[in-house]
């Protein structure tokens, strides 16, 4: 699938019209039905072909039936002019509408003809017999005696009527059930496509909550049940203003619909928000989590299990015994309080002897704690005073450590000087004190780089801080190291914005860091490559950055670099002590600065971060 | 003038051999001590020109002989230490030491400041001092502002004009640390632009000339981030 399809269906344009679209549909089938129930249009004739088996038809009949029944009880009078044709016979009276009462005229109506004679009931070859089989007046016991006869129907004219009327409201409900279907399939299509990328954005596959999925869980659900029951009330409580069918639709209809619009458009807005927000907490997998049910439930479990779980106590005696004593305290209290409130209801004076015993646990758990917390406090100063000893003996190890090494070191210079000065040596010789010079002068490096480092690393170094300016002291370093970098052959490029870089540091240490760093890359670059030191005021943080290509591949990561004693080439062959950038990282960071090295294939780039001091006006003298 | 006697002090044997060894070979005479006592009782007996001091030694240590040897005496002392920081050297200088060695030392850097400690004492440390108005004297440093002349530990150092003219302008205001545009402008009489470069140049000229160890500055410190300076002794 096409990114260019993704980027258009996680569009929020997209998706809010979507949504829309979605509320309006909905609306539009509400209004729809309201319409239909204006218009008085019955639905049956959808279902139901022939008007003389629908329902309307059998509700006439019905009625008619107990037209036939009240005359016979005498609760009516027989009207000359009604919709059907009838006759009723009880041996004494006769009830008509028809001159010729005969059964055959009757059954001519074929579709609309219902018999009762010799205690049966008859209906026409082509009538719906369901009035008369269901109808509580085929019960014997309400009156209708065996003599009785009864024929009614109902004119051909008046079905055929009735017929055609059926068909019409049949077609013009038509497009409405149609329409409303396709409505519901494409509110399916458009939730469908809603669930799927709600919560998700172009460019990542992160799933986003919004506001709304702060809201609890049960929350949303009782919402979601609540938003649309008050909505059914508010559309029943519509005003339902019957009228003249067919007629165009009046105003206070007009105004209801619009009632009804609004109503139902508020409701499914909220409701389909809440549904896609629990949509997006199931794909995040916290629906259940995030509810209160679940926040309540999860409360009680941590209670219980927080008041008995002594487990991550136990490997701690002092407090082992602290939380042993806790529980017991709580539970005999418990009981104590109990056993009071009992005793009280039975009215015994025995009902002072728990408070008193509760008296003697609570001076037994004081006392003990206060034991455990004695023991606690001591353990506490033990290991500080413990942890300042070691520190102390740290600082002592780095000075005894250094001046053993020194004084060897002095000796064995002092006296390679002395043989070198030798003017009976061989020149075989001559060559061999020339490396024991070089070599004890580069162990001389090493050792003062090593304790340089041993003490920053370990806090024991002190720093003077001063306001210093980052900008000069970059080009007092590169002034300084002219010498070093011309001999080097590299060009040097330095991008130093106008204005002053005011930072607190220590002046002689960030020259350390500054000289270590640009003397790496003199010591490493490729041959014709170019040193690039740029320094940059970035939202009142000054960055320095030097970059400069390697003369060799940097198979090693960042970490193996900084690591003390590794140096990029694996052979180790050039001069040096290998903790140059050690040093810088440790110096930078004991002047409160950020020290960071990034490798791009043959790139190596140092960063070197200070946060600018406060007033930024302050020139030098 | 007869041999100058230095006196070494240092508990380490070979580090005293060796130094005895260099120093015979510079042409001095040396005296040997290795612990603080036995070096205030020599140099309260004998006639010694220049005392190289260890700190950490029994009995008596460094820091202490330096006080009590200042109390009779005021020859030269150079302190030489394993420890090199630099709260341990200020110490040392304050205690009254006139110089201060590190451990572990260049052999030749140690013989050029015993010689210049020593000519600084001998031949010129007396006379000099705030006799004539026009001298600006900084340590071993002489600025003699009608002759246009520097000497350091007595011995005439050729400058360049705009070198002179730094000097000139550190020196009268030891102490107090100069941005590279205020050296420039000061100097050079033109508007500072990106300067730092030149006046670095310049400032490291100067002390390849003036410095035992130029890259250790004893005199001509850059202050790192803000400036340079003379050091005020």
């Known amino acids: 699938m096409g990114t260019k399809l993704r980027r258009f269906s996680r569009n929020p344009a997209t998706k809010a019209i979507a949504f829309i679209l979605f509320v309006l549909l909905i609306t539009a089938q509400i209004v729809s039905v309201q319409y239909v129930r204006f218009q008085g249009l019955n639905p049956d004739s959808l279902f139901v072909e022939n008007y003389k088996d629908s329902g309307s038809f059998e509700a006439e009949v019905r009625r008619a039936i107990s037209f036939t029944r009240d005359v016979l009880a005498g609760k009516a009078v027989p009207k000359q002019y009604v919709e059907f044709y009838y006759y009723i016979n ?17 059954a001519q109506n074929d579709t609309a003809f219902y018999a009762f004679d010799n205690g049966n009931w008859a209906t ?64 399916l299509l458009l939730l469908g496509y809603l669930a799927a990328v709600t919560g998700r954005k172009r460019g990542d596959n992160e799933l986003h909550a919004s506001g709304l999925d702060s809201v609890y869980s049960d929350l949303q659900i009782a919402f979601i049940i609540l938003i649309p029951y008050i909505w059914s009330r508010i559309i029943t409580g519509a005003p339902y203003i019957d009228q ?37 907490k199931l794909k995040a997998h916290r629906l259940l989590k995030h509810s209160l049910l679940y926040l309540a439930g999860y409360f009680v479990y941590d209670f219980f299990k927080s008041l008995f779980d002594g487990r991550r106590f136990s490997n701690y005696p002092l407090t082992k015994s602290l939380f042993y004593r806790q529980l017991l305290f709580i539970c005999t209290s418990f009981i104590m309080v109990l056993a009071t409130f009992l005793l009280i209801a039975a009215r015994t004076f025995l009902c002072i002897l728990p408070p008193l015993l509760e008296a003697g646990i609570i001076y037994w758990f004081v006392k003990g704690s206060r034991k455990t917390f004695d023991d606690i406090n001591k353990g506490f100063n033990e290991s500080f005073e413990g942890q300042m000893k070691s520190e102390r003996m740290k600082i002592a190890l780095i000075t005894n450590v250094s001046h053993d090494l020194k004084t060897p070191l002095t000796s064995i210079i002092s006296y390679a000087d002395l043989l070198s000065n030798e003017e009976s040596l061989s020149d075989a010789a001559r060559d061999y004190v020339k490396v024991l010079v070089d070599k004890s002068n580069r162990l001389k490096h090493i050792v003062s780089d090593l304790f340089d480092l041993a003490k920053s690393t370990s806090g024991n170094m002190p720093v003077e801080f001063e306001k210093i300016d980052l900008k000069r002291l970059v080009e007092q370093t590169l002034a300084d190291m002219n010498g070093d970098i011309e001999k080097s052959g590299l060009a040097l ?23 270590n760093v640009v003397d790496n890359a003199l010591k490493y670059s490729l041959l014709g490559t170019r040193i690039y030191i740029e320094l940059e005021n970035r939202n009142g943080t000054a960055v320095a950055t030097i970059k400069n290509t390697a003369g060799y591949e940097m198979d090693f990561t960042v970490e193996e670099i900084m690591q003390r004693f590794n140096r990029g080439d694996k052979s180790r062959t050039t001069e040096g002590s290998g903790l140059g950038l050690s040093i810088a990282e440790s110096f930078t960071q004991v002047c409160g600065g950020d020290f960071k090295v990034d490798i791009d294939g043959d790139l190596f780039k140092v960063t070197i971060q200070f946060k600018l001091a406060q007033n930024q006006v302050t020139a030098i003298a | 003038m007869d041999k100058a006697r230095i006196l070494v002090v240092d508990d380490d044997r070979e580090i005293s051999n060796a130094l005895e060894k260099l120093l015979v070979r510079e042409d001095y005479e040396v005296s040997k001590a290795y612990n603080g006592l036995d070096a205030l009782d020599m140099v309260m007996t004998e006639s010694i020109q220049l005392i190289l001091l260890d700190i950490m030694m029994p009995k008596l240590d460094g820091l202490s002989a330096t006080l009590k040897i200042r109390e009779k005496k005021n020859i030269p002392i150079i302190i030489l230490s394993a420890k090199s920081e630099d709260s341990d050297k200020i110490l040392g200088l304050s205690m009254g030491a006139d110089d201060y060695v590190t451990k572990p030392f260049n052999p030749q850097e140690l013989m050029a400041r015993v010689k210049s400690q020593l000519r600084r004492y001998m031949k010129f440390g007396d006379i000099g001092n705030g006799e004539r108005s026009s001298r600006i004297c900084v340590g071993g440093l002489c600025l003699d502002t009608d002759a246009k002349q520097l000497t350091v530990d007595g011995e005439q150092v050729r400058l360049t004009a705009k070198e002179y003219r730094i000097l000139e302008l550190l020196m009268s205001n030891a102490g107090i640390v100069f941005s590279a545009e205020k050296i420039y402008e000061a100097v050079w009489n033109e508007i500072a632009y990106s300067v730092e470069n030149t006046v670095m140049v310049h400032i490291r000229r100067i002390r390849e000339k003036i410095e035992i160890n130029p890259k250790e500055p004893n005199y001509l410190k850059v202050v790192w981030g803000i400036g340079y300076k003379i050091e005020k002794v």
């Open chain 1, 90 to 106: 009880d041996i004494d009276n006769t009830w008509t509408n028809v001159k010729d009462a005969s059964r055959e005229f009757f």
């Open chain 1, 124 to 187: 026409g070859e082509n009538t719906n017999p369901a009035p008369v089989v269901n109808d509580y007046y085929s019960n014997y016991d309400y009156g209708l005696k065996q003599y009785y006869t009864i024929y009614i129907a109902f004119p051909k004219s008046f079905m055929e009527q009735k017929q055609a009327a059926w068909q019409k409201n049949a077609d013009r409900l038509m497009p409405f059930v149609i329409a409303f279907v396709a409505g519901i399939i494409m509110e």
């Open chain 1, 244 to 280: 003249v069918r067919r007629a165009p639709m009046n105003t206070a209809q007009i105004f209801s619909i619009a009632y009804v619009v609004l109503a139902t458009a508020a409701a499914f807005t909220a409701v389909g928000l809440l549904l896609l927000s629990m949509i997006r």
């Open chain 1, 493 to 515: 490029r330095t991008k130093l914005p106008e204005g002053v870089f005011n930072i607190m540091a220590d002046g002689k240490k960030l020259y350390r860091v500054f000289q």
